[in-house]
Structures are given as structure tokens and as C-alpha cells.
């Protein structure tokens, strides 16, 4: 056995900065539980917006709380095995690499144009993410003969679409979370401050590798202060009624149902596909984004295209396999990215255990509504940070780049269209169909991609001088 073998064999807590290799499970779960809670509540997210909303085809009724609750817990669960095939690989599925699989906002507005569709509903939209799930999971698996498309500079400028995306997010979050009725109040500004600066004291003031479990100290802390306002009246921060409310519903333990033995089986209608594939592409290029972005950050080097083809394998048959469970497409969260990026802690079996924690979570639903009672002026104070370190290796990316005036106009064009076009007063896309607009107007990210990359392929290329002789 070589002495590196050897080194990543045996349990060591340095092996937290090693891609292979075990960690004592002291040190394995508590970095675990950080991923998990970092990405926890956005996880869910999705899944209550739309599922909230989705008609059941035929009826025009909406679906039942205890329905809702089951796909809750089956977005933890898909999570989960999601992130253990990204970790993992099967065959060619799988990168290998330390990312997080979770439920896509991406496809929000897509989704929401189906399920509200009387004559497709809830069941019309699980085709529609089987079938594109599909779709996606082939395109990646012929990664190598398109991958050449994917410049540095397009991959910088998506890296950084995604880091500017989610600044809004992290912020709304600070503020008690998009739409809430307590936003901005004082109560949230002031745990969410309390949460950020738990986490830089923690950051700095904690050795070896406990520092980098600063999100994780922030999250207890701002949790804690959240419960004492809660507890005393000051503000109501935690709705500690939802876990008694998901026992009653679905009972301390559940196992996950596939839909296929659900009264709302799947139905595959091309026109929902046609839909829903095109913003699977888009998923597909922040997921090229992303696990480039935490090769970079993380590893210090290339992505290899046997690692991009199994990463976008994973997020298009991982959301097919959600579908199969009535949910919605999976893909990489850049939480984790930027969790990644900025504490080095890279493990696979690290990560492991957060994956281990979200399937054992859909498994106790009351487990899952815990989490799920975390406020969210305490995910905004820990995320804004991870979500700038995004935006931060996205930079660091197109410093590496050639700059030419052919690298200043792809990158000018590219974020003053793509990020412009959410930003307009209006729908921009008013004269074009309405999925055209639900893909650009809301989400920088895919016209930042498209704009980048039409303009990498077309414009001329820098003729180089050649050196003159002496």
C-alpha cells in the first residue's frame, strides 16, 4: 500500500481537506449537518411554492396538506440519494466530487405554467420532469463532444451569474424571507447581524479545523436567539406548532412513496416537455457553473470531462428519479458551493454523512419539520457570505482569462443583457411565448449563458501577434 493509500485509509481529522479519505465521525457529522442546514430550507422551498399551487388534472382541487407534507419529504429524500450518487458514481453517473444535490428553483416559473394547467396539473408536470430529467442525464453523458463550446470565459461568466443570482436570495433571507409579512422588521435585521457575526467570530477566533464549522456555530446561536424571542413573546421567529402538525399528519416514521402507487400517477404530454427542456439546459449550464466553480475553489484544479459528464448525469437522471417520486428536478446548490469554496473542507465521506442526515430526515418527518423550523434571518446571516465566495471564485476564474477586447465584449454583453433582463420594469419577452419569459426575465444565470456563449462562438477570434525578431 503507498504512503497515500495509507494516509486517506486510516480516520484523521486532515483528511477533511482531502477529496478521499476517512474522517473520524466526531468531526464527519457536525460538517455534514452544516452542509444539510445550509441548504435545508431551500430545499423545501420549491416543493411548497408549487406544489402548493399544482391542480390535480381533471379536478381543478388543489393538493392536500398531508400530500404536501409526503413530497417534503420526499425532497429530502432524492436529496439524499442525489448527493450519494454525486459522491459515489454509478457507471458513469456521478462526479465524485463534493457537491450537494437539492430542489431547483430554476425551473419555478416552468413548473407553476404546467401544474396550473387544468388539462395537465400535478400529474402533467411529473411527466414533464421525468421525461426532462431524461433528457438532461443524455446530454450530459455526451458531455465530450460539446464540452469544447464551454470556454473559460463562458464557465467564468456563469460562475459569476450564479454568485450575482444569488445575492437577492441570501438578502431576502436576512430580511425574514421573500413576501413575508414581518420583512425587514427589526427582530430579523438584528438575528440575522447576530447569526453573520457568530459566524466571522467563530471563523476566526476557533483553531484547526473547527473554524471552518463556523456556519454551523452561527445557525445553533441564531437558532437559539430566535427561540428565546420566540419563547418570551418578543417575536414570533419559530412556529414550533409545524413539527406536532407533520406527527399528526404523517406520523413519526414514513417511508417515501413512489408516485406510480399514488392516485396521481404521471402523465407524459410532449408539449409539457418541449416546456420544461429548454430550462433544463439552463440547469444543466449552472451545474457546469457550479462543479467547475468547487474544482477551482476546492481542489485547486481543471474539471476533468469524465467529472462534468457525470455531474450533469447525476442532475438530469437524479430529477428524473424525483419525478418518479412526485417531486420536482434536482441540482447542484450552490450553498454548498460556496460552503465548499470557502472553508476547503472538500471529504467526500464528510459530505456523506449530510446526505445520510437528509434521508434519515425523510424518513422521521418530524426530524425534517425541525430543520424546517429554522428561520430565515438566520439562513440569510450565514449564506450571504457563502453566496458572495460564488462571486468571489467566479472572478478568480475570468482573471485567468486572456483580456482582449473580444473577452471584454463577451463579458460586457453578457451581464448587461443577461442581468439586465431582471431588472426590466416589465416583461421583456412580452411578444414571444410566456416560457420564454419565465426562463430570461427571472433568472440571470440562463441569459448570462446564452449571450456568453453565442458570442464565444461567433465572434472573431484575436488574431496573436508573433514576437517580432530581433
Not at 450518487?85 to 405554467?113: A, C, D, E, N, R
Not at 437577492?168 to 440575522?192: I, R, T
Not at 467570530?201 to 473554524?211: I, P, T
Amino acid at each position: 500500500m503507498s504512503q497515500e493509500k495509507k494516509k486517506t485509509s486510516e480516520a484523521k481529522v486532515e483528511n477533511i481537506y482531502r477529496l478521499d479519505g476517512r474522517v473520524p465521525l466526531s468531526k464527519a457529522i457536525p460538517f455534514g449537518l452544516q452542509h444539510v442546514l445550509a441548504m435545508f430550507v431551500a430545499n423545501l422551498a420549491p416543493v411548497l411554492i408549487v406544489c402548493s399551487a399544482a391542480l390535480v388534472r381533471g379536478t381543478g382541487k388543489n393538493l392536500s396538506g398531508a400530500e404536501i407534507t409526503s413530497l417534503l419529504q420526499c425532497a429530502m429524500f432524492v436529496a439524499g440519494i442525489g448527493t450519494c450518487l454525486q459522491l459515489y458514481p454509478i457507471w458513469k453517473i456521478g462526479s465524485g466530487l463534493p457537491i450537494v444535490m437539492g430542489v431547483s428553483f430554476t425551473f419555478l416559473g416552468s413548473l407553476l405554467l404546467i401544474c396550473t394547467n387544468p388539462k395537465l396539473g400535478y400529474e402533467g408536470m411529473i411527466g414533464a420532469v421525468i421525461l426532462g430529467g431524461i433528457f438532461e442525464g443524455l446530454v450530459g453523458l455526451s458531455a465530450k463532444y460539446w464540452r469544447k463550446f464551454l470556454t473559460p470565459v463562458v464557465s467564468a461568466c456563469v460562475v459569476i451569474a450564479i454568485g450575482l443570482s444569488l445575492l437577492s436570495v441570501g438578502m431576502n433571507s436576512w430580511g425574514g424571507g421573500s413576501g413575508a409579512k414581518d420583512f425587514g422588521s427589526l427582530h430579523n435585521l438584528l438575528v440575522g447581524a447576530f447569526t453573520l457575526i457568530v459566524c466571522l467570530v467563530a471563523h476566526y477566533r476557533l483553531k484547526g479545523v473547527y473554524k471552518n464549522l463556523n456556519i454551523l456555530v452561527g445557525l445553533v446561536a441564531g437558532y437559539a436567539l430566535s427561540a428565546i424571542l420566540t419563547l418570551t413573546g418578543t417575536a414570533k421567529m419559530i412556529d414550533f406548532s409545524g413539527i406536532s402538525k407533520t406527527v399528526e399528519e404523517v406520523g413519526f416514521f414514513s417511508i417515501p412513496k413512489l408516485v406510480f402507487l399514488t392516485e396521481h400517477k404521471p402523465v407524459f404530454q410532449i408539449g409539457a416537455f418541449f416546456t420544461i427542456a429548454i430550462v433544463f439546459l439552463v440547469s444543466a449550464a449552472e451545474t457546469t457553473g457550479a462543479t467547475t466553480a468547487v474544482v477551482k475553489g476546492g481542489l485547486h484544479r481543471e474539471l476533468s470531462i469524465r467529472e462534468l459528464q457525470g455531474s450533469l448525469a447525476v442532475d438530469g437522471f437524479s430529477s428524473a428519479l424525483s419525478g418518479c417520486f412526485g417531486c420536482l428536478p434536482l441540482t447542484s446548490f450552490s450553498q454548498n458551493v460556496g460552503l465548499v469554496t470557502m472553508t476547503g473542507v472538500v471529504n467526500r465521506f464528510t459530505l456523506l454523512m449530510g446526505a445520510l442526515i437528509l434521508i434519515l430526515a425523510s424518513l422521521f418527518p418530524p426530524l425534517g419539520a425541525f430543520f424546517h423550523s429554522l428561520p430565515q434571518a438566520v439562513l440569510g446571516g450565514c449564506t450571504v457570505m457563502m453566496f458572495g465566495s460564488i462571486l468571489f471564485e467566479g472572478i478568480k476564474m475570468l482573471k485567468e482569462c486572456e483580456f482582449d477586447n473580444r473577452t471584454m465584449i463577451i463579458v460586457s454583453l453578457s451581464f448587461s443583457i443577461g442581468v439586465g433582463l431582471t431588472q426590466t420594469d416589465g416583461n421583456f419577452f412580452a411578444a414571444f411565448p410566456q416560457a420564454v419569459g419565465d426562463i430570461f426575465n427571472g433568472n440571470a444565470v440562463a441569459g448570462v449563458f446564452v449571450v456568453s456563449l453565442l458570442l464565444s462562438l461567433f465572434l472573431p477570434k484575436s488574431k496573436k501577434k508573433h514576437s517580432q525578431k530581433s
